[in-house]
């Protein structure tokens, strides 16, 4: 049995891709290995936000290349669309296969082991697959990722949108990966449909900018339509939404998001809170379009997880601006803040701008932003102190007694749940707990299965 191991940076999205890649190897028979072990095919899913993923990527195609000389590594993801020579020539066994062809992988275990059992060694095998492909690309290509292995995640991904319309400039994602595309709204609800038969009680709805979702049978319908369209068809799976564009979050989404079996969870790419910096890096609203979209998701749900990505040390970021930023966090409570120091991208319109924030200034600003993320991720947890919450289960902790779940609430609170009745098949369950303490990690005593 041959085995295949696959390494993934980035996003949401990158992940649900290859969890359908790592499914269709699986379903052929391959057996799916850790990639810190030996594997006969490696399949690198790469990233293009940060030099940092870059730089990871290299190193690890490297090290996959150096200790298994026989093996095969296909790089794909955001980063080979955009640097595919800087990467195929990292070593004679690596294969690069440009993002626009990605969905072609779902295919190569059937093509490996077809061309093996003729008698071609892997590497040609190899060969042959990538200078055999076809350069013929359809927009239902970018939607090819379907499948699971049930063995990375509890909770399933949907792919519905992929690229973006949107020109923010310090992003290369929208280079790598084109124009925005959406899936039909049929195709979505019979997906979710399949994943909610196959057991999952949650579907997280991935793309690269959600908010730019439209059906493309009926253009008019966007999100708050797909949300409401799910929620009616779901028996006993709940939603969870991926990033969420500010200026595309107004009554209409706060009002399909009201459903119980929407998560209390949301994630909002705030990037600054100075709305001069805001104007100069293209995004398409003011720091006062954010505490209104707050408002309306607060005003949705009761008490829910909100999320910020802030980018630090941005070009034209004054020491007023980076104030703006720290107050509009603080101001609207966020739960919990994802910070970016300021990585120059080639081929963005910031990267030519000479005006750069010096790496020391970066670095402070970066600490003071963990230390305020800090303080309104614990006032966040300690309102839930003493209240009910519903869990998926994730691992048992087979090393300490008594046992406990780790486990992930629907206001996405990473927790450990205790006396969990039953033996270790409560994997992908639902729960009820109620949270106990919350000075070291969180931890939540069981209350019913659900
Ligand atoms: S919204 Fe902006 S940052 Fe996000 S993918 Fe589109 S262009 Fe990039």
């Known amino acids: 049995m ?20 790592a499914s269709s190897f699986k379903s052929r028979g391959f057996f799916i290995t850790k990639a810190s072990e030996k594997a006969d095919i490696y399949v690198v899913n790469t990233c293009t936000v940060t030099t940092k993923a870059e730089q990871k990527a290299r ?21 080979a669309q955009l640097n595919a020579e800087v990467l195929s020539g990292l070593a004679e066994n690596v294969f690069v296969v440009p993002l626009v062809l990605k969905h072609t992988i779902m295919d190569l275990p059937e093509f490996i082991l077809e061309k093996t059992l003729s008698g ?7 060969r042959y697959f990538i200078d055999g492909r076809t350069q013929i690309i359809h927009e239902e290509d970018r939607f090819k990722f379907i499948g699971s292995t049930h063995t990375v995640h509890t909770r399933a991904y949907l792919k519905i949108q992929d690229g ?15 124009k925005s595309v959406s899936l039909r709204l049929d195709e979505v609800i019979e997906r979710a449909l399949d994943l909610e038969a196959e057991g999952y009680r949650e579907i997280v709805l991935t ?13 008019e319908k966007r999100l708050p ?10 028996k006993t799976a709940g939603i969870r939404l991926s990033s969420l564009e500010p200026d595309m979050i107004d009554e209409d989404l706060a009002e399909a998001v009201m459903h119980p079996s929407v998560a209390p969870h949301f994630h909002i790419p705030v990037q600054s809170g100075s709305d001069t910096v805001l104007e100069k890096i293209h995004r398409h609203y003011k720091a006062d379009r954010v505490r209104n979209a707050v408002e309306l998701l607060k005003g949705a749900k009761d008490d829910p ?20 930023s720290c107050s509009l966090l603080q101001d609207c409570g966020f739960s919990q803040i994802h910070i970016f120091p300021y990585s120059p991208r080639p081929g963005t319109e910031l990267y ?15 600490g003071r932003m963990h230390d305020l993320a800090a303080s309104l991720y614990k006032t966040y947890v300690k309102r839930w102190m003493g209240r009910e919450v519903s869990v998926i289960l994730e691992k048992e902790s087979s090393t300490t007694a008594p046992v406990f779940w780790t486990g992930l609430s629907e206001n996405y609170l990473h927790m450990r749940v205790h006396g969990v009745p039953g033996a270790s098949e409560a994997r992908g369950r639902v729960v009820r707990a109620v949270i106990t303490a919350v000075d070291n990690g969180i931890d939540a005593d069981f209350v019913e299965f659900v």
Not at 207 to 219: A, E, F, K, L
């Open 2 to 21: 041959m085995e295949a191991a696959f390494y993934t940076l980035g996003c949401k999205l990158n992940q649900c891709e290859s969890e359908a890649l």
């Open 59 to 79: 190193r690890m195609i490297r090290k996959f290349a150096r200790e298994n000389k026989d093996a095969v590594i296909f790089v794909t993801g955001c980063y």
């Open 120 to 126: 071609m060694s892997l590497t040609e095998a190899a």
């Open 164 to 178: 973006c319309n949107n020109n923010c400039a310090y992003c290369r994602v929208r280079i790598a990966r084109g």
């Open 207 to 219: 793309g690269v900018n959600i908010s730019d979702y439209r059906d493309p049978d009926h253009p």
């Open 225 to 234: 339509a797909l949300i409401r369209s799910l929620t009616c068809s779901l």
């Open 305 to 324: 997880f909100i999320a910020a990505d802030i980018i630090v040390g941005l070009p034209y970021e004054a020491d007023d601006d980076f104030e703006a």
């Open 352 to 366: 030519t701008v000479p005006l750069h924030v010096p790496e020391r200034v970066t670095k402070e600003r970066a």
